[in-house]
């Protein structure tokens, strides 16, 4: 449960993948079930022509699905000069290695991640199967061998362009303390909770720390006591326990800048929380699992 007192106005923070209020419902779900998407029929999707550097790739196996262009898994990397490419049935996942030595890897039941050596890109949508062919959202994909993504809605093509550069992949890329607190409240504060609630939870912080209202730092907001305790795992000590697999994943795609929202600042849990405050006086944002946003 998240304990908070009054504060002032709070300025907004600016992040790179600011999600739609529409895409919460969607995510939630996708999180919650962490089912197998079923194979697609491909003939139900609209093809989109892709080119890179000025050249068609893909012969037409690129899609529409939701508003979001996938692109299959393998064909993709091969293209960029991957060199192993394998499934792994037990884990259902699928693995590529670039030309770099990087492991970029996706999994098929519907996750809302792939990872990049020991990076994490968000999706948004989920992975897919696709004629039981593993379909990935095409930005996080390309993001992982450093191309550029442009959209163009007039004749409805994607267009990919080099960068000369392919992204970082060691952890060193987060601030070792950052990481190590934010997978720590996450876990206290939501390891229950599904992924879209474990990184709503990790934005408040991260909101926080942006706000010249609260602390600058991941620490400085998870133990701050101005106003009062912020956080009650600080003080039942749960905010020292080893964070779950999928608290670490979440605070490092909080890190990568993902968010559900730039102005969530608040939440709780109503069935347990002693103090309602937060519901009194501030904006309702959204709610996830047993946690409700407020702005």
Known sequence: MNMIYPCAAIKKRWRPRLLPGAFIAVLLLASLLMLSIPAANAASYAQVPITQDGKSILGGQ????????????????????????????????????????????????????????????????????????????????AKCFGLNVSWDATTRSVSLTGTGATPRSDVGVYESDELYWLARIIQAEAGSEPLTGKIAVGNVVL?????????????????DREYGVQFTPTINGTIYNEPSVESVVAARLCLEGYTLSNDILYFFNPSIAHSFWISQNRPYAFRIGNHVFYR
Do not use: K, M
């Not at 909101?207 to 133990?223: H, K, L, Q």
């Open 62 to 141: 690129a899609y529409l699905i939701d508003g979001v262009t996938y692109v299959p898994f393998r064909a993709f990397c091969e293209l960029q000069g991957s060199g192993t490419i394998r499934w792994d049935a037990q884990a259902r996942a699928a693995y590529a290695t670039t030309a770099d030595g990087v492991t970029v890897c996706a999994f098929a039941d519907g996750a809302l991640y792939i990872r990049y050596g020991e990076r994490y890109f968000y999706t948004v949508t989920p992975v897919r199967l696709v004629h039981d062919r593993v379909y990935i959202p095409i930005r996080p994909l």
């Open 207 to 223: 909101n926080r720390v942006a706000s010249p209202e609260f602390p600058s730092t991941v620490y400085g907001v998870i133990f």
